[in-house]
């Protein structure tokens, strides 16, 4: 998808950008506190811990539940279509990162391949990140180039699959009923995208009819890119003192 850079603001938006962006990073720091990304409730961890046999209403709410809550999955959606007008484009993207999510995600519990949890967080803050400065132009300005979207949105699905498969393995699902759990957890995870995917687009279509969205679309993924780098260094952060 071929993207144009947008200018940067005026110097008087600049400066309320930039106290935005201090405020935002603030509190991202107290939220992280409490939060981190793919986490899953105590409530929650304790059912899966403790269930056995196949339950597919209950696993198809949780997958729902943990992509409505996920914030790190709704950062990367907005970026992703964050500059896709027609539906055939978004239905495109939305569909690779389905496919990357859902695939490591099954895998990875299945054949209980798990990576740490710390340095998976990280790179899923990095896409993040990388999926602003994506929606900014600044790998043309910075290397000539244009990466392709498409296979960065499928392989970022990749690794936010992994993430959320390596949580699961912490909390040691029964493999009584594992594989009709999985996939309706996953069939949920694909109903609360769509959910968080059809509330963005309402909000989108209206901020777009802004006469000031192209200057605060600058600052938006300004903060994105923030957020990202934030979420990716509390991971680090994490990973070094464990």
């Known amino acids: 998808m071929r993207q144009t850079p947008m200018r940067p603001p005026s110097r008087r938006s600049g400066t309320r950008q930039a106290l935005s962006l201090f405020g935002f990073a603030v509190a991202l720091m107290l939220l992280s506190q409490a939060a981190q990304a793919h986490a899953v409730t105590l409530g929650d961890k304790g059912y899966i811990q403790e269930t056995t046999g196949t339950h597919l209403i209950p696993f198809l ?4 539940k943990h992509m409505v809550t996920g914030y790190d999955h709704i950062l990367f959606l907005l970026g992703v279509i964050f500059f896709l007008y027609g539906m055939k484009q978004i239905s495109t993207y939305v569909s690779l ?7 490591t995600m099954l895998a990875g519990v299945y054949f209980d391949i798990g990576i740490n949890s710390y340095i998976v967080d990280a790179i899923i803050g990095f896409s993040v990140a990388y ?10 300005v ?8 498409k296979a960065a949105t499928l392989i970022f699905g990749f690794l936010h699959g992994f993430g959320l498969a390596s949580k699961i ?8 009923g594992l594989v009709p759990n999985l996939l309706a957890f996953n069939l ?7 959910l968080a995917l059809a509330a963005i687009l309402v909000v989108m279509t209206r901020w777009r009819a802004s006469p000031s969205f192209a200057r605060q679309a600058y600052a938006a993924n300004a903060l994105m890119m923030t957020a990202g780098f934030a ?6 952060a994490g990973f070094l003192v464990a």
Request: net charge negative; hydrophobic share 45%.
């Open 131 to 140: 999926k602003a400065l994506d929606n900014l132009g600044a790998f043309r």
């Open 142 to 149: 910075w290397f000539g180039v244009q990466p392709s979207t």
């Open 188 to 194: 949920g995870v694909e109903i609360g995208q769509l």
């Open 169 to 176: 393995i912490d909390y040691d699902i029964s493999p009584d």
């Open 231 to 236: 979420l990716m260094g509390f991971q680090i």
């Open 97 to 103: 990162f389905a496919i990357g999510h859902s695939t």
């Open 61 to 64: 709410y949780l997958g729902a």
